[in-house]
């Protein structure tokens, strides 16, 4: 369950170790700018919540491909959603994932505001200026027009009907990890 940091007290994270219940998830929510560090290794379709959005295929089947014996196998090539958990990869607030089994009261501080953010290991790049990385991905939304594809855990997926430019050549390129 993600909560908006200004609603909650201060909390700690004692890391990933030994637990990947975040690579169960089914998916992650995406920005133009996240399609070139996940397209070669994970699935870039469109999911309908709330409105028409990009995501990346975390756990079609229940959990990441890329989960060998208990860890990570891309841990230095993970995607931005991946570096960033528990935090929330989209929204234009910084949210966090309460239900992670990291965060508590045990571990470092987590970050509690965005400065705080910024100034630690969850923070990405994708941050910068991202109400207009966001802005830019919903124009670039409205010109489409999808198919509905199929299922994924109860969710339905959509995919582009047509190749226009290199986003759209990346995420067709993607549904090979389908």
């Known amino acids: 369950m993600f909560v908006d940091v200004d609603k909650i007290d201060l909390l700690k994270f004692k890391g990933c170790k030994d637990c990947v219940e975040c690579c169960k998830k089914p998916f992650a929510p995406l920005i133009l700018d996240d399609f070139e560090k996940v397209y070669k290794n ?92 966001l802005l830019k991905t919903n124009i670039w939304l409205e010109n489409k027009k999808f198919k509905k594809a199929g299922e994924i855990r109860g969710f339905e997926y959509f995919v582009l009907e047509e190749i ?6 990346m995420h067709f390129e993607s549904l090979k990890n389908l």
């Open 164 to 169: 226009k430019d290199e986003f759209d050549k």
């Open 42 to 133: 994970f699935a870039i379709v469109f999911v309908d919540i709330v409105y028409i959005r990009p995501v990346m295929v975390i756990g079609k089947s229940g959990i990441c491909k890329y989960v060998k014996d208990g860890k990570c196998s891309i841990y230095d090539a993970r995607p931005p959603a991946c570096r960033i958990y528990p935090f929330s990869p989209f929204f234009d607030k910084l949210y966090l994932d309460v239900s992670c089994k990291g965060v508590g009261i045990e571990g470092k501080f987590l970050p509690m505001n965005f400065r705080e953010f910024q100034n630690s290991e969850f923070f990405d790049k994708r941050f910068i200026n991202f109400e207009n990385k």
